[in-house]
Every structure is written in structure tokens, then in C-alpha cells.
């Protein structure tokens, strides 16, 4: 079946420091995937997303993610994280013509 | 141009009750699509629609779950006889229908069941 996965349930960094979220997937095709920005009340954002080229991908916010097929991987990353970047980070995975699957979120919190 | 917007914001309501939930897509949008996220877990499908074609309900959880889409505008997703682990934010999404295609989602209903 597939499945995303996002191992880190909480974390904690500086402002300034660096960031990099991990996702796993496990999908048999060639996959679509997102990450996803959820700030308290509000919806969701997407940052970025990837279809097909470039295995670097860049967002908005100054976010991009790497995408590994040996790895089964589509981690996000972040040069300096700023105080503003505190929210819900969802990785997704297209899953057919419709149904996006996400992992069960990433909670970052940052530190001043 | 207007995103996705989600009506009523916050909804309370008592165990055995029905309840409608509202979603506007974005104009031009032809696929609409419905999700769940309960507390401290990520998004669940429940419901696709695309265009004039049959919507995919297989993410439904319950028969006591429907939903209803009028052309490629507004849809409502109705639960009936609510249940306390119905108790989730609702989370509307649409998107151009083109593979493949990014999804814009609303703010959501959060559902409260007492």
C-alpha cells in the first residue's frame, strides 16, 4: 500500500540554524510529491511540490526539497529557519488521479 | 483571485445531531475534494469530485458520511447521527482537475461533538 511517512513527530531548532524534515514514501509508480505548511488555524499551503526534472526542487519561504528515489525520500530543508517558520509541515504523495496521502505531519518549533 | 473558503468555521453540536458542512472551490476549479484530520494525525481522504463524473467515495468512513457536489461549485458534506470520533477538522480542497494537478485547500470546519 502506499504510504508516506514522516518519522520526526516534533522538533525543535534556533532561529537562524538550519532544517531539514525527512519523508519516506513507499509508492510502486513514479510519485508526485508536496510538502505542505499548516500554521495554527489556518489551511494548508503548499511549499512545493514535485512532478518530473530536477531532483532539487525550490518553494516559497526559501524551503526546497531533494527528491531520492534510491532512498524513497523528499526531504525539506532550510537553510535559516526563521521564527515565522513554526507551523505543521505535511509531506504528500499523489496517489492516482485524486487522492493525496500524508503523513501524519512534522511539528517545528523554533527557538529564539 | 478568491481561494477556497469553508462554512461555518467552527461547528458544535450534540452526539445523535446532523450536520452540513459548506465548501466553496475556487472559481474554474473542477475537481473538489474533501478530507479529515483529527487531532495529532495527518489528512484522510473522504470524497473526489471531478467535473460530471461519478465521485470517488471510497475514503468515506461510514455511511453515515455523504456528500453532494452542484456542477463544479459549491459541495456539502453532510454527517448524520454524529458520533464523538466524528469530533476532526473538515478540509476542503480544489484544483484544475489536470494530472497531475496541486490542490488548494480551505481552512476547514472544525467539527466539535459533544
Known amino acids: 500500500a502506499q504510504s508516506v511517512t514522516q518519522p520526526d513527530i516534533h522538533i525543535t531548532v534556533s532561529e537562524g540554524a538550519s532544517l531539514e524534515l525527512r519523508c519516506n514514501y513507499s509508492?510502486?509508480?513514479?510519485?508526485?510529491l508536496f510538502w505542505y505548511v499548516q500554521s495554527p488555524g489556518q489551511g494548508l499551503q503548499l511549499l512545493l511540490k514535485y512532478f518530473s526534472g530536477d531532483t532539487l526542487v525550490q518553494g516559497i519561504k526559501g524551503f526546497e526539497a531533494e527528491f531520492k528515489r534510491s532512498q524513497s525520500s523528499f526531504n525539506l530543508r532550510k537553510p535559516s529557519v526563521h521564527w515565522s517558520d513554526a507551523a505543521e509541515y505535511f509531506c504528500a504523495v499523489l496517489r492516482g488521479a485524486s487522492k493525496l496521502t500524508f503523513g501524519t505531519g512534522t511539528r517545528l518549533q523554533v527557538t529564539l | 483571485g478568491a481561494g477556497v473558503s469553508q462554512s461555518p468555521s467552527n461547528k458544535v453540536t450534540e452526539k445523535g445531531k446532523d450536520v452540513e458542512l459548506r465548501c466553496d472551490p475556487i472559481?474554474?476549479?473542477?475537481?473538489l475534494y474533501w478530507y479529515r484530520q483529527r487531532l495529532g494525525q495527518g489528512l484522510e481522504f473522504l470524497i473526489y469530485?471531478?467535473?460530471?463524473?461519478?465521485?470517488?467515495k471510497s475514503g468515506l468512513p461510514s455511511d453515515r458520511f455523504s456528500a453532494e457536489r452542484t456542477g463544479e461549485s459549491v459541495s456539502t458534506l453532510t454527517i448524520q447521527r454524529t458520533q464523538q470520533e466524528d469530533s476532526a477538522v473538515y478540509l476542503c480542497?480544489?484544483?484544475?482537475?489536470?494530472?497531475?494537478?496541486?490542490?488548494?485547500f480551505g481552512p476547514g470546519t472544525r467539527l466539535t461533538v459533544l
Open positions: 480542497a480544489s484544483s484544475l482537475g489536470l494530472l497531475p494537478n496541486e490542490q488548494f
Open positions: 472559481s474554474g476549479h473542477t475537481a
Open positions: 469530485f471531478q467535473g460530471n463524473s461519478a465521485p470517488d
Open positions: 509508492y510502486g509508480a513514479t510519485p508526485y
